[in-house]
């Protein structure tokens, strides 16, 4: 996988809870990312806190935490050129009441901390994040033979 083709993302507890997850899907896929890992799981406590360390002394810490370890979510790591930027553009703010119209926020979550989705913010912690949920064994880039 090449730095730059490709980004992480969650799709969140709620989300999944409130059968969101095949509508998120279908706008990934319409905006011209392609699924090359995915998996459903529920975070532990631990996990949820190790995912997030880098909030750890944010007022939400505590509950972001609680919330991301409530139930299973949907991860999954996408292709595209210029990933990152592309997919933070498609998921909008991360507060859905300044998310622009059209995006997946806007469209889809119910808060700040319930906000749908989680996307990479740069190429370097996509490729943390991917590590974090996937074994290379579970990655399946286009660009390489694996048939
Ligand atoms: P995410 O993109 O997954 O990255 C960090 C998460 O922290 C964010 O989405 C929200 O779920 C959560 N978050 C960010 N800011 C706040 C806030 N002010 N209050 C509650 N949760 C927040």
Known sequence: MKPGEFTFTMIKPTAVKLGKLV????EIDEAGFSVIAMKMTRLSRAQAERFYAIHKERPFFEEL???MS????????????NAVEDYRNLIG??????AKDGTIRKKFAISVQENAVHG???????L????????QFEIYPHDEEYC
Request: no cysteine; net charge negative.
């Open 120 to 126: 990479s913010d740069s190429d370097e912690n996509a």
């Open 128 to 135: 943390i994040e991917a590590n974090f949920f996937f074994s």
């Open 93 to 98: 703010n991360t507060n859905p009441s300044d």
């Open 65 to 67: 935490v609680f919330f």
């Open 23 to 26: 509508p998120i899907l279908h």
């Open 70 to 81: 409530s139930g299973p979510v949907l991860a999954a790591v996408l292709q595209k050129e």
